[in-house]
């Protein structure tokens, strides 16, 4: 590997002049134009990593998952196919914003000294994307780096985020103990299809049609892969999935009056699919990690959706009846991770009704995940409907190897390890955790309107507030409370105490130059005044 190779390679991938850029939440994001220098660094930064972990796979994706066709994103993936380690992601920002092409490679090679990495060592990384046209270039300026630094680079071409995460683990999994299926497209639905049919244990799906609104994203065709393999299968499982918005020839329709962040945002259904009575709809994002159920009443007019958080309550429920059936709740833990949007009635149910602690940590799904490693049996949703359930190895030990003492006992500990296959372990899965919800509605033989019932949401009005400088919000208490500027925490405080069964919060986007306020309350319009009032008092 040597430094002018690196050099001539970057000057065919500048970044844009003057542009501070930042690893967020979601790696980095923003129109896609600005991109093609940045996927080229992060390519180096991914080079390192992977050979930090003597050569595991390290993943690349390339996605802007539910923002508007023209942005695009990319982000790296940790050899157990989970996020980016937080220290790095400073190095990631400091390796993009080097100044010129030559800091570029002194930044390459210090960071490697630094972190003691032995660039003889092999490499790997593994790319995939979403179906954004402009995800072909930036694959090509990742493809660059990583033949400027010598690293094996495979490229998977389109796939859901998620899909790429187990990929991920897959990859540096095989072999081992620890192995975690069939690193393929066809790997990955298969093991999906089997844990499906063997969590259902000969129940049936007789709720009626799923409607799938795809997003116009990457879900459509690789959900319509996953059906072929179901319906191929000589069982039964009374599965009848209509896919809706999964035009992925229009890029300009990607999210566009569709998908999961559209219903979420919205608060109501997409134009398209027509609501039939008694049927059931769900919506994917972009990228196919987030997942929203919904129904409309086509008499009233009604409009009801399930989030992320009835999701994990959802979750929550099934799997705790499970393990006390199974006569293992006395062993294993149980909860259930949130985060400051979770309505105030979700965690109350979950705390109340269910008996099952709760935790809640900012927004981002690596600080849930990380989270919910501290359980047994970690459930995580965010309010917008990315998450999923982790099960420790030693559940998943105990469900498969346990001497069952009734029949009953044996079939949960089944169902239980069937839904740890099920599941994807790595990120929030919309595909797989929509086979989860199918799932536990059979087993359960619930409607929509059953699952509606298990508790009422509080009124609640999330607003974006304009701010000049959106670094001078800091949180503290999960992002509950502000600590600067100084004296705006009092001020929502004191707002707050005015209504009933009131909460209120402001954070600054990780994502956009803005702040976010969200309040709930005991009525519409009591949410909808605090809210103001505390976003008057941001702004
Ligand atoms: C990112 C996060 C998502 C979070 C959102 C918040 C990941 C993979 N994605 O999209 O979990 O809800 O940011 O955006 O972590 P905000 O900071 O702009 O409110
Ligand atoms: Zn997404």
């Known amino acids: 590997m040597d430094r002018e190779t690196i050099i001539e390679a970057s000057k065919k991938h500048d970044v844009v002049a003057g542009k501070k850029f930042t690893y967020g939440t979601a790696g980095f994001r923003m129109n896609a134009d600005l991109l093609d220098g940045v996927t080229f660094r992060v390519g180096l930064l991914s080079a390192l990593r992977s050979r930090k972990f003597n050569g595991k796979a390290i993943g690349v994706m390339i996605t802007a998952s539910?923002?508007?066709?023209?942005?695009?994103?990319?982000?790296?993936?940790?050899?157990?196919?989970?996020?980016?380690?937080?220290?790095?992601?400073a190095h990631a920002t400091s390796l993009v914003n080097a100044p010129s092409h030559e800091d570029l490679a002194d930044n390459f090679f210090k960071l490697a000294g630094n972190l003691k990495i032995d660039l003889a060592t092999p490499g790997k990384v593994i790319a995939g994307r979403d179906t954004r046209p402009s995800g072909i270039t930036l694959v090509t300026a990742l493809a660059d780096s990583l033949a400027a630094t010598k690293t094996e680079f495979v490229d998977f071409k389109i796939l859901?985020?998620?899909?790429?995460?187990?990929?991920?683990?897959?990859?540096?999994t095989a072999g081992t103990p620890a192995s975690y299926g069939e690193g393929s497209e066809v790997g990955y639905y298969n093991k999906l299809v089997e844990a499906f049919y063997r969590a259902l244990h000969g129940r049936f799906q007789c709720g009626?049609?799923?409607?799938?609104?795809?997003?116009?994203?990457?879900?459509?065709?690789?959900?319509?892969e996953l059906l072929k393999i179901h319906d191929a299968t000589n069982m039964e499982s009374g599965l009848v999935v209509e896919v809706h918005n999964d035009d992925v020839l229009r890029p300009e329709v990607l999210n566009l009056d569709c998908g999961a962040d559209f219903v979420k945002t919205r608060q109501r259904a997409p134009p398209s699919p027509k609501p039939a009575s008694g049927e059931r709809y769900c919506s994917l994002d972009g990228d196919a990690d987030r997942l929203i159920y919904y129904w409309t009443d086509i008499s009233t007019n009604g409009f009801f959706m399930f989030d992320g958080d009835r999701i994990a309550s959802l979750a929550a429920s099934f799997i705790a009846e499970l393990c006390k059936t199974a006569g293992i709740d006395d062993i294993l833990r149980i909860g259930v991770v949130q985060t400051a949007y979770a309505n105030g009635a979700s965690t109350k149910y979950i705390e109340k009704h269910l008996k099952l602690p709760t935790i809640c940590t900012p927004t981002g799904v690596k600080h849930l995940h990380h989270a919910a490693t501290r359980f047994d049996i970690g459930v995580y949703f965010e309010a917008n409907g990315h998450g999923t359930v982790l099960f420790s190895l030693d559940a998943m030990r105990c469900f498969k190897t346990r001497e069952p003492q009734s029949p009953a006992?044996?079939?949960?500990?089944?169902?239980?390890?069937?839904?740890?296959?099920?599941?994807n372990q790595t990120v929030g899965d919309a595909v797989s955790d929509m086979l989860m919800v199918e799932v536990i509605l059979a087993h359960k033989k619930w409607t929509l309107k059953d699952w509606a019932v298990t508790y009422e949401d509080l009124p609640n009005r999330l607003v974006r507030v304009e701010v000049g400088n959106k670094d001078l919000f800091e949180t503290t208490d999960a992002e509950r409370k502000l600590s600067k500027p100084a004296g705006i925490q009092e001020e929502i405080d004191r707002e707050v105490k005015k209504y009933n069964n009131a909460r209120s919060f402001a954070r600054a986007s990780g994502t956009e130059n803005a702040c976010r306020v969200y309040a709930e309350a005991a009525t519409r319009s009591e949410a909808d005044e605090l809210a103001n009032k505390v976003a008057q008092i941001v702004q």
């Open 409 to 423: 006992q044996k079939e949960a500990q089944e169902t239980l390890s069937a839904l740890g296959d099920l599941i």
């Open 66 to 89: 539910h923002n508007p066709p023209v942005d695009n994103g990319v982000k790296i993936v940790d050899p157990y196919g989970d996020m980016l380690e937080q220290d790095w992601e």
């Open 208 to 224: 009626g049609k799923l409607h799938v609104d795809c997003a116009n994203g990457v879900g459509g065709p690789k959900l319509k």
């Open 160 to 172: 859901t985020t998620p899909q790429l995460h187990y990929m991920i683990r897959c990859n540096n």
